[in-house]
Each structure stands twice: as C-alpha cells, then as structure tokens.
C-alpha cells in the first residue's frame, strides 16, 4: 500500500516520507514539517492527529486525509472528529487518492499544485488522471480493475506481488474471493497489453509465489524477471 501511495503521488512535485507506526509519525512530525498528513485511521490514527493538533498551536492546520479498511458512518465520523479533511475508503483507485489529494491541497494553501500525471516505465505510459495508458502509439482500453492491477504491479516493479497482496489492495482484507480470481484479472490484463505469459513483455509469473512485473521489452529484462 505504501508502494502504491508513493508511486501515486510520485506525479507531483511532492517530498514523501513514510513511518510505520504512530510513535515514528509523531516523532517525524517533530522534526519535518510536510504540507499534507495522510494516515491510517484503523493504526492509532487518534494518536497520530492529536499530536498534529498539537504541533500546531495558534498556526495553521496541517491538512489530512485518513485512510481506513472500514467503511461504517462511525469510523468516519471519527476521523473527522480528530481532524480529517478527508477520508479514504481501502481498497481505493489509484486516481481517487491524487484527485483527493489535489483538492484538499488546493483548498488549503493558495498557490497551485503542480503535477505531472503521466509516468513511463518502459514503452508502457500511464496517465492516471486521464485514465489512459499506452503502449507505444496504441492506446488501451482497460477496465477500472485493470488498470488498478497495473498500477499496483508497476509500483512495485521489479518485486514479487504475491496473490494475497493484489486481493487485499484491490478488493480489501475482508474479502472472500475465488480461489482464481487475481488469475483470472491477470489474464484478462496480459491480454489487453499482449502479453505473453511464456515470454513476458510487462508481466511475469513467479511460480508458487506470484507476478512481477516487468518495466521494458528487452529481452535481458524478460529473462531476468522469469528467473
């Protein structure tokens, strides 16, 4: 997830740091002063927003967005209450993270956000806010899942994505899914971008332990992914 986040908001001009506990964020938080907080609600986020409130003092508030695994009018309601400009829902799109992120910032601070939405990783390009991605010349029409597949193999490019790890940030930890469903999402997204599973251009398989994908056409970049 933090992968995801960092390559999503990697199309801005944006200097992220990432901590993994509350105490780390508060620690952080002492020393670094960033223009935007986005926290896990559902890991001491109660803890991680009062320590915000009180770095602030009489200045002004370091807008927030909360992101949760529970989708109840409680859970919400809370977030809001300790400070939240904004609340997040997990799993999300990749596109509705930096669309909110976009406008909480714009509605905080008075000059412009600069972005540049289109990554390239290989001959592959991804232009998130637009929803498009290309191979080359040829555009592709993907599904929101697709895409949102893509998006996380290409985060992680060059690891290994394992099943659970696509299962619960696409679909959510609570979740039951068929026993081949990112299978079959794979499948249907090798096709879209004519990848071959016996010679991967973007995409390769781990046996046994999942999907990595593959940032070039090269020959040396497919042998090196399969091994």
Request: aromatic fraction near 8%.
């Amino acid at each position: 997830m933090v992968d995801l986040i960092r390559m999503t908001l990697n199309h801005g001009v944006y200097m992220i740091r990432t901590v993994s506990t509350a105490a780390a964020a508060t620690a952080l938080l002492d020393e670094w002063q960033p223009h935007l907080v986005l926290f896990d609600a559902d890991l001491d986020g109660k803890q991680v927003m009062q320590h915000v409130a009180a770095r602030a003092g009489s200045g002004a508030r370091l807008p927030a967005i909360a992101l949760t695994r529970r989708g109840d009018l409680r859970t919400k309601l809370a977030a809001f209450d300790w400070g939240a400009d904004d609340i997040l829902t997990i799993p999300f799109a990749p596109e509705e993270l930096l669309a909110r992120v976009v406008a909480v910032l714009r509605r905080s601070y008075s000059d412009a956000v600069t972005f540049t939405p289109v990554i390239q990783l290989g001959e592959l390009e991804i232009d998130i806010l637009n929803r498009t991605v290309r191979v080359g010349q040829s555009e592709l029409h993907l599904t929101s899942l697709e895409q949102s597949l893509l998006y996380l193999l290409a985060a992680n490019a060059g690891r290994v994505v394992t099943r659970e790890e696509i299962l619960d940030t696409l679909w959510g930890v609570d979740y039951v899914a068929e026993s081949n469903v990112v299978d079959r999402q794979i499948r249907n997204l090798r096709a879209r971008l004519q990848n071959d599973w016996k010679s991967p251009r973007f995409i390769a398989t781990i046996p046994g332990r999942g999907y990595r994908f593959v940032p070039t056409f090269t020959d040396h970049a497919a042998d090196a992914a399969s091994r």
